[in-house]
């Protein structure tokens, strides 16, 4: 079948619109007809090279919502019409060891992979290799693995529904699902975007105070205190920002930080904010980082260091409670949407994604 897409030929150069092949659904696996995509920063750190190298040319976009156009061999979830979510992560198998534990974010069978070679290939006869392994949204089809589908109902729209995909998850599901703050504890957020926002609004979510954003950016710390932050601090306007997050916690410093920003120093930074036996969770990352200023004594006052993928939620279960959230009217997704654009004014949306002063543009097909 021939759709639209937008290939990556180089980096750090704008998408090319073309038409490319792409393969028909086989076994366990599902053709969508895309709605909407909304742009995540993770996109724009891969067309920079700045997620590793990978083998062009490629395609991004994995924030996406669409409808199941095809299906094939042994599909059961889906059938032809239904509106549905797709994620880089995939639901659990249900039979490995984690999966049993209940940690099927964890899945030994079905499991989260980027830089994968995918179902399109070009005019070339190359076949592209896909950023987000299993999903592909900047076209206007894609053939994607059952397993990374979520049905959503009829009357949640769409640009809102493919938030959920990742940047919803990544950030409400860090503080539910794998920091697993508590009520009344204090949360420090450090990095204010798409991501981190949501962060907060998971913090508030869950009773937290006080809930501290952490950016170089007004404009995002503004963003902030409108998602639920109780105070926020500008690491550029402070002589000592760390000091800051310890006045504000009445000198333990934050039960919590989730760093939502790359960097290695950021990273520091963060942990250097967190309280005895606090917890910092790891979401931000860039290619080539290594956690070198780290020393044995740094942890002798109890603090923990983990990471979080795509929030460890369980794919089908939280997403359906997430609209549940927002349906009645406690999760901000409206406020998520900076920008509409369609699919032929895409570099344009990714120029103004990549300039920092929105949260998240919409590619709608």
């Known amino acids: 079948m021939k759709v639209k897409a937008a290939v990556m030929y180089e980096l750090n150069q704008p ?63 889906v059938k032809k019409g239904d509106k549905v979510i797709a994620s880089i992560i995939p639901e659990g198998c249900g039979q490995c060891y984690y999966c049993r534990m209940g940690l099927s974010s964890q899945c030994t069978t079905n499991k989260l992979a980027l830089y994968k070679v995918g179902k399109f290939v070009n005019k070339k006869g190359q076949r592209l290799t896909q950023y987000a392994g299993a999903v592909a949204g900047f076209a206007e089809y894609a053939t994607i693995p059952e397993v990374n589908l979520v049905k959503v109902p009829d009357d949640m729209p769409e640009d809102r529904a493919c938030l959920l995909a990742c940047g919803v998850i990544s950030g409400f599901g860090a503080i539910l699902y794998r920091a697993k703050v508590t009520a009344n504890s204090s949360v420090a957020v450090v990095g204010c975007g798409g991501v981190g926002l949501n962060a907060i609004q998971g913090a508030k979510y869950i009773g937290a105070y006080p809930i501290i954003g952490v950016d170089v950016k007004d404009n995002k710390l503004a963003n ?20 800051a997050i310890f006045d504000i916690t009445y000198g333990r410093g934050a039960d919590y930080v989730i760093v ?27 290619h080539g980082e290594k956690m070198t200023d780290w020393t044995p004594l740094d942890f002798m006052g109890g603090k923990r260091l983990t990471g979080s993928a795509m929030g460890a939620v369980k794919l089908r279960i939280d997403i359906a409670r997430l609209i549940e959230l927002y349906k009645a009217g406690r999760l901000k997704l409206d406020e998520l949407v900076s920008g509409h654009y369609t699919f032929d004014k895409i570099n344009e949306a990714l120029v103004s994604s990549e300039k920092g002063d929105v949260i998240r543009n919409v590619i709608m097909f």
């Open 260 to 286: 939502a920003v790359a960097g290695i120093e950021i990273l520091r930074m963060g942990f250097m904010m967190a309280a005895r036996d606090g917890l910092v969770n790891i979401i931000g990352h860039g």
């Open 15 to 77: 998408l090319v619109m073309e038409e490319l092949e792409l393969d028909p659904p086989g076994k366990g696996e599902v053709m969508i007809k895309m709605a909407a995509c909304a742009i995540c920063h993770s996109d724009i750190h891969a067309m920079k090279g700045e997620h590793g190298d990978i083998k062009l040319p490629a395609i991004a976009g994995h924030e996406i919502c669409g409808f199941v156009e095809e299906v094939g061999e042994g599909v059961i979830y």
């Open 224 to 243: 902030a205190k409108i998602f639920g932050a109780t105070h926020t601090v500008n690491p550029k306007a402070e002589k000592d920002p760390i000091k």
